[in-house]
């Protein structure tokens, strides 16, 4: 009795026989939890672009007051509470004068991605599908490819007068070579797949092959591409419009804020951080989301695999 006491188990501690056969798994969180777990990028960058737009959209009812206002008076101040971010040289409210530039670049970036991928889609389709366009608009493509986008900006810009309407015509000529490239490069893979020949095989038409086909197997590459297109032209119009060429510079952009706080930049760093930092973050915003989409479309980008 004493031995096989001792060598008993003591209280609480299970011998191998007791253990269950299945471990039961954990549940997957579901809901926004589960998506933030697993598309932490999209999730992210979302929600800060969301937050972005919502500052652009409702940026008269968060506390600012006209732009354009001038108030020599209140020049070059420091933040405070009765300017956030300061003001600039001609007295004007910096914290209105940035959330009234975010309308200018969301504008222009979801413009641009909208106008480029659109025009680049057609381009691409017919390019990847009729073999004698393809050699004569390729030749165009790669010629326009050749000049950096915001060099082309600058030229296209240089033929017009500044206004927000030239700047994203501007912009989407520099980057529509960019979607159809890509586009037509997918094509070219999709037209040799077995489905398509069998397609062809059957005596479908050209046109129904395109929509039914190949059309939507270009969405993907095409959306995540949309992103940094939309990305690229929020930078290119703040360079625009910091150099001059961009929208006039009585309108309020993060470019032209930055242009006219150059000069000051070594007494007032402020004038140029608080736009710069906007910018920055909406540019990270659209970037985190290209990310998270390209690897949520994409099955060879994909972790759980």
């Known amino acids: 009795m004493a031995e096989a ?33 697993r598309r932490p990028a999209v999730a992210f960058g979302g929600g800060l672009l969301i937050a972005m737009v919502f500052v652009a959209v409702f940026a008269p009812f968060l506390g600012t007051v006209d732009p354009g206002v001038l108030a020599t008076s209140k020049r070059l101040r420091p933040p405070s509470a009765e300017a956030w971010f300061g003001t600039d040289m001609l007295g004007r409210d910096l914290y209105s004068r940035v959330l009234y530039g975010a ?8 413009s641009v991605a909208a106008l480029a991928s659109l025009i680049g889609l057609a381009i691409g389709l017919v390019s990847g599908m009729v073999r004698w366009v393809d050699g004569i608009v390729m030749r165009l493509i790669d010629g326009l490819m050749s000049i950096p986008p915001i ?4 030229a296209l810009m240089a033929l017009t007068r500044g206004s927000l309407q030239n700047v994203v015509i501007a912009i989407t000529v520099a980057e529509i070579p960019r979607v159809a490239r890509l586009v037509r490069g997918v094509v070219l893979s999709l037209r040799e797949q077995p489905y398509v ?51 006039p510079p009585i309108t309020p952009s993060w470019g032209n804020i930055m242009a006219e706080g150059r000069a000051l930049w070594q007494v007032k760093p402020t004038i140029v951080f608080f736009p710069a930092i906007f910018l920055s973050l909406t540019v ?12 949520a479309l994409d099955p060879r980008m994909a972790k759980s695999l």
């Open 197 to 247: 020949d069998a397609a062809v095989a059957a005596g479908t038409p050209t046109p129904m092959i395109v929509i039914r086909h190949i059309l939507p197997n270009t969405i993907a590459p095409m959306t995540v591409q949309a992103t940094y297109i939309c990305a690229s032209a929020m930078i290119v119009e703040a360079i625009l419009s910091f150099i001059g060429a961009g929208v």
């Open 5 to 37: 006491a001792r060598l008993a188990p003591p209280p609480g501690l299970a011998i191998a026989g007791d253990l269950p056969d299945v471990i039961p798994a954990r549940k997957p969180l579901k809901g926004f939890l589960g998506f933030v777990r």
């Open 151 to 154: 060099l082309l900006a600058v």
């Open 103 to 110: 309308r200018v670049s969301l504008i222009v970036g979801f």
């Open 284 to 295: 990270l915003a659209v970037n985190l989301l290209g990310d998270g989409l390209r690897d």
